[in-house]
């Protein structure tokens, strides 16, 4: 088996799991319009999906801890591609939220279990270099689906978007089915295949404690944070506030992506070199940047496509720093429970990012203070915590050289 194949598998998992978030973002408007909801009611969809996104990845790593990664990948994706083929059709929209909430358990197994099958086949600087291949995925999905979800609404109705992912699906459970064997270690094979709940939950709180998981884990939940933040908020700044059309906001996610890519490929080509506590660092100073410079257009009272969009350029390229070394090291800390410890990375980065939309829909239209100044607020959060965890790094490495 190529590493190459394992890569392929990780960055598919990660463009369905964020697809299924965000490719219907330029249709939020009209989905809110056929259901007869408000904005905040739109907005909740995406909530319902990071939801089952993230408690699912809880149930997913344990599994395939104890009963393999392949059978365990299979059965997620065709129960995603499943769950988006039935969003095509559906017509209540306590229904419609339902599968979103099922859709998103069955993106949870493509993300946790695809992470724990890199951990199982590389280590160390090697694994955040990998992870940084899946990171220019997730940042592919993070500007590409809007964009394509901005080009469907052009010639076809916004349920198009959940067919597009259905075929998608289906296509990644083929591949699994073709092309990728078992990766869990040998020696894993000995543990029960029954999960015991009390087991689970017992592995699960004691990563939940250590600070080798927590420090990074938080750090990806917060910078994956700002960006979801941002994603809810401004649909509706930027198309209902500013009268952006859905096809120029889908086009304008495009320079998002291009920015997480910045970052995603700083960490695969200097991680080895530089290390993962200074690229944690530069990402930091990039997420504050960005906050800063959309408070000062707020208070200057300039609230334009222009005040939206570039403060966040930064963010973004912090983003695609921090996000693959967050989700790199939990699992590196823990070789014996890669599952485990990439799945409840996955739960706290995607219920984190639920709660950050969440955050959106209390926060004013067409309105730029609130937005910089929650941002900002996540920001220090984040630079204090990156800050601790590369003094520990730092004491890691001094430790190791002795």
Known sequence: MGSWTVILFACLGAVLGQSGMFIDLPSLPDLAADFRIGGAGAQA?????ALGYGLSQLLWGALADRCGRRPVALVGMLLFAVAS???????GFASFQALRLLQGV????????SRATLRDVFSDRRLAQAMSWVSVCFAGALGFAPFVGGQIAQIAPWRADFLLLAAVAAATAAFLA??????????AGQ?????????????YVRLLVDPRFLLP???CALATGMIALYDAVSPFDLESGLGLSRTAFGNLSLSLTGAYLVGAIVV?????????????????????????????AALAGWFSVASVLLPMLPVVVGGGLM????????????PERAGAASALTGFLQQEGSGLFVALGAMLPAARLLPLAMALLAIALVLALLVGVYGRRLQELAGAGGR
């Open 178 to 187: 073709i092309a990728l064997p078992e990766t869990r270690p040998a020696e």
């Open 268 to 296: 695969n080509r200097g991680v080895v070199r530089l290390g993962q506590g200074r690229l944690l660092a530069l990402g930091a100073v990039c997420a504050l940047v960005g906050p800063v410079l959309m408070l000062l």
């Open 323 to 334: 996000i693959p070394i967050g989700l790199a090291m939990p699992m590196q800390a823990f």
């Open 85 to 91: 083929l039935a969003l095509c059709v559906v017509t």
């Open 191 to 203: 543990r029960p295949k029954k999960p015991r709940p009390a087991r689970i939950v017992a592995d």
């Open 45 to 49: 969809t995406i909530a319902s999906y």
């Open 106 to 113: 069955g993106a949870g197994c493509g993300t946790s279990v």
């Open 217 to 219: 884990a938080a750090i």
